[in-house]
């Protein structure tokens, strides 16, 4: 693939980032998007639960909110893309303007509020691909009005079940009022109970058992994380993705709008996010399949994050600043060091550097 994001980037960021992010989707949807052009290496493919990926970057969920744009996101060279969040009614999100810039930190702010066209548009677009091939995972949440949040996830399975390459329960956006508060310990276990008991009931009737994964903020201390790992090990959950944005703003040198409300991601997070994947990765043991996410914008801090425990990653902020061909970077730099120190696979390298990042301080990166 071409790189000339370089070249286009000043006239992208003359809009607005919102609507800049919509003709990317736009863009990705019609097949104007640019073609990955380096074969999938072998030794990064990952086999977890019943799904061969090819390779282990995925785009994060946020990127595609209503699967506009699966099919071109894969044709960029991405082994999976997630999408979502989505929740059982359609909602407008947060009021405008709700998504940021910090370009000097390469970082991004958003305040978006789970904007999305509800599960009858996702569904719909996603019935039309049905058959394509690809791995598209759907991220599921809980409409901000919502009396019964637990029963809004519980829906999600239910719609998207025949559909989704695996879900992602997404109790950690800092965007929703009160949503963190599902991943306190017993209405994090009332949670999976229900979500997982909707899976297996569907599963039982010779249907696929679709592998659910639980996604966390970054912000949470030691204590939280004995928690969310104690319960994921008791339910069975299938995984873990570390991690959704960030309400901290330490290190940032745009004063002015590190002020904005909302999570930030992008580079300023891949230490805190890395240093709570290493320690959830020490405290469910090897065998939990995890997802890192956070700060990834190279092939460099995609490696330290698989080093330091992730099965697989996913970017989206990266995207932002490094354009279509960052995937290709982070693949051709994986192969480049596996060939560099003799080893067969990812697999080698994964969970190599988990004690010492374990050890590292979130607050103060190095």
């Keep these: 693939m071409i790189d000339l994001y370089g ?3 000043p006239f992208v960021f003359r809009f607005d980032a919102e609507t800049a992010h919509g003709l990317t989707i736009k863009a990705l949807a019609t097949g104007l998007a640019p073609h990955c052009s380096t074969p999938n290496d072998p030794r990064l493919a990952v086999r977890l639960w019943d799904l061969d990926f090819p ?3 995925g785009v994060a969920a946020g990127l595609d909110k209503n699967a506009e744009a699966p099919d071109g996101l894969l044709r960029l060279g991405f082994g999976a893309v997630e999408v979502g969040t ?10 405008k303007p709700r998504l940021f810039r910090l370009v000097d930190d390469r970082a991004v702010i958003n305040r978006f509020g789970f904007n999305n066209e509800g599960h009858a548009g996702m569904r719909a677009r996603l ?11 759907v991220n599921i949440g809980a ?6 949040r637990i029963a809004d996830y519980v829906a999600g399975v239910r719609a998207f079940a025949d559909l989704a390459s695996w879900f992602t329960v997404n109790v950690s956006s800092p965007n929703t009022p009160g949503l963190r508060d599902l991943q306190a310990r017993d209405q994090l276990a009332e949670l999976l109970a229900r979500v997982l008991a909707a899976r297996d009931e569907i599963a039982a009737g010779g249907a696929r058992r679709v592998p659910v994964l639980l996604k966390i903020a970054p912000d949470m201390v030691d204590a939280g994380l004995a928690d969310v790992a104690e ?3 008791e339910t069975e959950i299938d995984g873990l993705v570390v991690s959704n944005t960030t309400l901290d703003r330490k290190g940032l040198t745009d004063a002015a709008k590190a002020k904005e409300a909302g999570g930030m991601s992008g580079r300023p997070l891949f230490h805190r996010s890395t240093v709570v994947l290493a ?5 469910v043991g090897p065998d939990l399949p995890i997802v890192g996410v956070g700060g990834i914008d190279s092939g460099e801090t995609a490696f330290e994050k698989i080093a330091a425990g992730a099965n697989l990653i996913q970017v989206y902020s990266g995207l932002v600043y490094e354009g279509p061909v960052l995937v290709e970077k982070i693949l051709r730099h994986l192969s480049a060091r596996l060939t560099r120190d003799g080893l067969p696979s990812l697999a080698a390298v994964r ?3 988990t004690d010492i990042w374990a050890a590292r301080d979130p607050d103060r990166p190095e």
């Design 143 to 148: 409409n901000k009005d919502s009396d019964d």
């Design 351 to 353: 969970g190599s550097k």
């Design 86 to 95: 989505v929740t059982p009614r359609p909602q407008a999100g947060n009021p």
């Design 279 to 283: 320690r959830l990765r020490r405290l």
């Design 127 to 137: 019935e039309r691909r049905r058959g394509r091939g690809g791995l598209v995972g």
């Design 231 to 233: 319960v994921a090990l």
């Design 55 to 57: 390779n282990p970057v």
């Design 7 to 9: 070249l286009a980037r």
